[in-house]
């Protein structure tokens, strides 16, 4: 097996080790945590021309990575928050975003931004935000939100070869996911993927929820409530006919969104499946559960509710098949990914 940060360090050093073209640079990237240890050894390995700390300037750091991807070189930029790219979304939008299609297409525009998200333990307001839906809605961006290692590997590849600028969000929660037998295949990821297989309910969802609904979905199975759960790393352009066809079978579908509702992927792919697809007639149940439409707290007590869990999942489901299920109730606690964190975030 194989855990999220060993999966983006092993994809980093091997892309770099094939590329010479290659270079990472950002905020910690060099310093002892590097950066939770997905840049453990690059600096040793490639030395300081290729792997690079620079002074905190989010707008200006950005505006390194477009220069350098403009000169042929193909840059992997860090921030270790999403909430401080925001300062660097000029840079995105009007430089990064558009500079292809403005000179006609005639060449690739190599880069890779690492964002990441967190949850819980203090976080709050500033250190939990995540624009991934505003993002996927830019024409230029490619947008990849992975769910494992697997994924991981898979973004850093193919963001790194697409030609197109690319943000690669990552949850802080996932980086402790692990896979088996890791390949790069491009076809394996292109657009939407079967997590689970079922006849009666179809669940929609991406990102660090997926973990979450797998745990459901097993659960569930115990009650003979089979799911159709579908997913993405990939969104930017989905082609929904698997989702469409899923809905057709099951005629019910939950949308589990990581973040607020307002605006969201889901909301538009929802949007899509009715006015495109045409499924309003055949949908008998059909949901949206997200994040609250407010601020993280930095309360452990507040933050109690705020986030979607497995129990929920299973509660809905059950509750709209008519099933009754004995959910035990966990001593746990709700703001950390597990009993392997032990910080920081």
């Known amino acids: 097996n194989i855990n999220y940060i060993e999966a983006i360090n092993n994809a980093l050093i091997k892309i770099m080790k094939t590329n010479k073209k290659v270079i990472c640079f950002g905020l910690g990237i060099n310093d002892p945590k590097n950066i939770f240890g997905s840049t453990k050894n690059l600096l040793k390995f490639f030395g300081n021309k290729r792997v690079f700390d620079m002074p905190t300037s989010e707008n200006a750091l950005t505006g390194v990575a477009v220069g350098l991807s403009l000169n042929s070189y193909i840059p992997v930029m860090m921030h270790q928050r999403f909430d401080f790219f925001l300062l660097a979304i000029d ?24 964002l990441i998200i967190g949850r819980g333990w203090g976080q709050g307001p500033t250190h939990s935000q995540s624009y991934h839906s505003f993002l996927a809605s ?65 669940i ?27 997913s993405t ?15 057709t079978k099951t005629k019910k579908i939950l949308f589990v969104e990581p973040f ?17 697809y045409n499924l309003s007639s055949i949908i008998e149940y059909s949901k949206i559960i997200s ?48 009993k392997w964190f032990t910080g920081p975030f």
């Not at 790393?233 to 809905?247: P, Q, V």
């Open 291 to 338: 994040l609250p439409s407010e601020h993280e707290s930095t309360s452990y007590f507040q933050t109690k509710n705020r986030y979607v869990n497995w129990r929920q999942i299973v509660e809905i489901v059950a509750a709209v098949m008519g099933k009754e299920v004995q959910i035990e109730i966990e001593d746990e606690h709700h703001d950390i990914p597990g």
């Open 260 to 276: 607020t509702k307002e605006a969201s992927l889901t909301s538009s792919i929802f949007s899509q499946l009715l006015t495109e």
């Open 138 to 202: 830019l024409p230029g961006l490619d947008v990849y939100y992975p769910y494992d290692a697997e994924t991981a590997y898979y973004s850093i590849f193919s963001g790194l070869t697409s030609g197109n600028p690319s943000l690669l969000i990552e949850h802080r929660w996932l980086h402790s996911t692990t896979s088996e037998n890791i390949m790069f295949d491009r076809n394996k990821f292109k657009g939407l993927q079967k997590l689970a297989g079922g006849s009666e309910f179809t």
């Open 204 to 230: 929609f969802s991406y990102g660090y929820l997926i973990p979450e609904i797998k745990k459901a979905c097993d659960f569930l199975r115990r009650y003979s409530i089979e799911v159709d759960l579908i």
């Open 91 to 114: 840079q995105l939008v009007n430089s990064a975003a558009k500079w292809k299609f403005m000179f006609g297409h005639k060449r690739k525009f190599k880069m890779v931004f690492r």
């Open 233 to 247: 790393c990939f969104l930017t352009n989905i082609d929904l006919d698997l989702l469409a066809k899923s809905i």
